[in-house]
């Protein structure tokens, strides 16, 4: 009797233990997945505070160049207004907050003073053509497809750490000389 038992209780758990194996195999797998899609997401935004930092990004740059532009958008998701101080990043000597704009049928550039706002509850742009970071003295030019890091300074939400993806060469009244 307990013979009997045991040769068809075998097979049986083990059929058992096989397909739990299986079913773990598949649920690692499968966050294994998950993991790696949010490690190369194209969700490319970073949070400091009540503040959202979407999408960092600059442009490759011509040998040679000494500047390069910094855009994304800020997203105040607080009740109290915020202001972006000033940037720094390795990639140069230093980095400006520049506004972009026609004075007298001439497009000029100039730094903003004080800060940028970021209103409660709202968002701000920096886009080419209007608000960008000027990224001044490059010490290596931004390569297509590679990303630099960079750190913001908040009033409130403090510094925050951000990577830019480094677009193709743009051409057009965006692009400053230095
Ligand atoms: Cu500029």
């Known amino acids: 009797m307990s013979h009997f038992f045991r040769t068809a209780a075998r097979p049986l758990l083990g059929g058992i233990l096989r397909s739990f194996k299986a079913c773990l195999g598949i649920a690692v797998l499968a966050f294994v997945l998950v993991f790696a899609g949010a490690q190369t997401g194209f969700a490319h ?3 400091v505070g009540d503040l959202e ?3 960092p990004w600059s442009r490759a740059t011509p040998a040679g160049a000494k500047v390069a532009g910094g855009y ?5 998701k607080g009740s109290a207004p915020d202001r972006l101080l000033s940037i720094s990043s390795d990639i140069s000597d230093k ?9 007298d049928g001439v497009m000029t550039m100039r730094p903003v003073a004080g800060g940028l ?3 409660a509850g709202g968002k701000v742009a920096l886009a080419p053509g209007g ?3 000027m990224f001044i003295g490059l010490k290596r030019q931004p ?3 590679e990303t630099f890091s960079a750190t913001l300074t908040f009033e409130k939400a403090g510094a925050v750490s951000v990577d830019f993806a480094v677009e193709g060469m ?4 965006d692009d400053h000389a230095d």
Do not use: S
């Open 143 to 145: 390569k297509q497809g």
């Open 170 to 173: 743009g051409g057009g009244m």
């Open 72 to 76: 994304f958008t800020i997203t105040n």
């Open 53 to 55: 930092i979407g999408h």
């Open 117 to 119: 706002e970021i209103p």
């Open 95 to 103: 980095a400006e907050l520049h506004e972009m704009g026609v004075k």
């Open 131 to 133: 608000y960008h970071l």
């Open 45 to 47: 935004e970073f949070k």
